[in-house]
């Protein structure tokens, strides 16, 4: 049976996605700062582990059963699947590249799914989305530029991040009207941490992390899971077209936290890629904004 939709409140929808976007940028420097020292595999899986543990302690004895409840397992498992996969080639390009900047390519991410909405929404892709994403992947050309100092490896793991995360998108979007939203957040929770535990022996070689690494480690989980939350609740609060172009908030936060914490800022190619990858997804959002309110004025 569906999950009822609460009443919008867009500007309570708004304030939780610029919240999710705060926390997912911590996420990112933090996860950063320690895949200097510990291996990703690692990471990934303490980011899961806490947040089933989180879900264990403080959802499950009031939902019970119907925490684990769903008509959709399969895609439940694929959606977990992809956002572990997200997790993990962020990661890998945090640790290869500039915060900002594998920030930046990661956000190809919505400019896919417009491209994936077509096959598995069915929604009509015009000649203006794909032109936002023909511009989205020359600002990815920018950043990535022959002779640059960006580290290539770092460029292909944060690609393929984005890929998974634009798999994650369209299947979130599929499922956020038919699934309470705890259940979607557990099952990202599950999946990642059996697959992540079942990984781990091969990982762990490294002696065990000092009390503040331990707390940094932790926040992983904190970060992710209290995010994606506050993702899936705004996205029941206010309609995507409104969110949406907020999302690019996110660069601000990653370039600064990146000259904050890291002591890196941009150089000029790089932040004329950013810049454009951001103008090409603000396009996109604004013209699927326009096109939602036609909708609803024609309806």
């Not at 929604?123 to 023909?134: K, T």
Request: charged share 10%.
């Amino acid at each position: 049976m569906p999950f009822s939709p609460p009443v919008q409140h867009p500007l309570r929808g708004i304030a939780l996605f610029m919240l999710a976007l705060m926390l997912f940028a911590l996420l990112d420097a933090t996860s950063k700062h320690l895949t200097a020292t510990f291996a990703v595999p690692l990471l990934v899986w303490a980011r899961y582990a806490l947040h089933f543990v989180i879900m264990l302690v403080f959802v499950a004895p009031s939902m019970r059963s119907r925490l684990i409840r769903t008509d959709n397992l399969a895609l439940q498992i694929v959606r977990a699947l992809a956002l572990v996969g997200t997790t993990g080639f962020a990661m890998m390009a945090f640790r290869s590249m500039p915060l900002a900047e594998a920030t930046a390519v990661l956000f190809l991410a919505p400019l896919l799914v417009t491209l994936l909405a077509g096959p598995f929404l069915h929604e009509h892709i015009g000649a203006g989305r794909w032109a936002a994403a023909i511009v989205g992947f020359a600002g990815v050309l920018l950043i990535a530029r022959p002779g640059g100092a960006l580290n290539l490896a770092g460029i292909f793991w944060a690609l393929a991040g984005a890929a998974c995360y634009a798999v994650y998108q369209i299947l979130t979007r599929r499922l956020s009207h038919a699934e309470h939203p705890l259940t979607l957040l557990f099952y990202t929770a599950l999946v990642g941490t059996g697959v992540m535990s079942a990984a781990l022996p091969w990982f762990w070689t490294h002696a065990s992390p000092e009390p503040l690494q331990w707390l940094l480690i932790a926040s992983l989980g904190i970060y992710g899971g209290v995010g994606h939350f506050l993702l899936i609740r705004a996205f029941r609060l206010a309609p995507a077209s409104t969110l949406t172009p907020f999302t690019y908030v996110q660069l601000v936060w990653a370039a600064l936290l990146g000259w904050l914490v890291f002591g890196h800022v941009p150089d000029a190619l790089s932040a004329a890629g950013m810049t454009v990858i951001a103008a090409a997804g603000l396009w996109l959002a604004l013209g699927e904004r326009r096109s939602a309110t036609q909708a609803r004025a024609v309806g």
